[in-house]
């Protein structure tokens, strides 16, 4: 999304409807529950996990992965498993 910025919102109903919406994409954080991300350090994917939750309030994440590393970066992908590894669904990269 070239030239657009993307906000997590948990509460909708307070969007300022005066916000052009082809510069800010809005995302509910339950979009986020049960995606595949990757793992990254110095550059490198030590592996991957699923997203069990974000908490954005308390600034902090759980991954299920046995990756225990601690890591630089993450890569979210287009795949939604369960932590029993079933797929559920694939997400359209623009919405994400």
């Not at 995302?27 to 990254?40: A, D, H, N, Q, S």
């Not at 939750?53 to 991954?63: A, H, S, V």
């Not at 992965?65 to 590393?69: F, S």
């Given at each position: 999304?070239?030239?657009?910025?993307t906000v997590?919102?948990?509460d909708?109903?307070?969007?300022?409807?005066f916000v052009?919406?082809?510069?800010?994409?809005y995302?509910?954080?339950?979009?986020?529950?049960?995606?595949?991300?990757?793992?990254?350090k110095?550059?490198?994917c030590?592996?991957?996990?699923?997203v069990k939750?974000?908490?954005?309030?308390?600034?902090?994440?759980?991954?299920i992965?046995?990756?225990?590393?601690k890591?630089?970066?993450?890569?979210?992908?287009?795949?939604?498993?369960?932590?029993?590894?079933?797929?559920?669904?694939?997400?359209?990269?623009?919405?994400?």
């Open positions: 999304m070239d030239g657009k910025y997590v919102k948990i909708k109903e307070k969007i300022n409807r052009d919406k082809n510069l800010i994409f995302i509910e954080p339950e979009r986020f529950k049960y995606l595949l991300v990757g793992l990254i110095d550059g490198f030590l592996g991957v996990g699923i939750e974000i908490d954005f309030k308390n600034k902090t994440l759980n991954i992965t046995p990756i225990e590393d890591v630089d970066e993450l890569r979210f992908g287009i795949i939604k498993l369960t932590p029993e590894g079933v797929e559920l669904q694939y997400l359209d990269r623009e919405l994400l």
